[in-house]
């Protein structure tokens, strides 16, 4: 049996912005991948945003009249220099992420 549920998680690149929006925001955001679902993203800088690359979580939460969602993003602490690095920080925290969030996932469940 293929063990799809293992502590690491897998990385997806994101479509190049082109065009007037890769002026604000040249590189592509990254999606953080758990079993085949996405469960994240690496956020990457901008121009009038944030300078470094972050990373957020999907996680469950329960949902309110005033808001529906099952769901919210949980950005994680500190900014990271590079993508690499902060694909780094991931992988090497991967364990106590998965322990303290409740990771919902983006894609619809079947």
Sequence with gaps: MRNAQRTTFRFKKGPRP????????????????RGGKRV??????SRFGHKNWRVLFVVKREPT?????????????????TEQV?????????????????LAT???EE
């Design 65 to 81: 009249e005033t808001d529906p969602c099952d769901w919210r993003w949980a950005r994680m602490r500190g900014d990271h220099e």
């Design 106 to 108: 983006l894609d619809d």
């Design 18 to 33: 082109t065009g007037l929006s890769a002026i604000a925001k040249p590189y592509p955001d990254t999606d953080i991948k």
């Design 40 to 45: 994240g993203m690496i956020s990457a800088p």
């Design 86 to 102: 902060a694909r780094d920080w991931i992988m090497a925290n991967a364990d106590r992420i998965l322990s303290e969030l409740n």
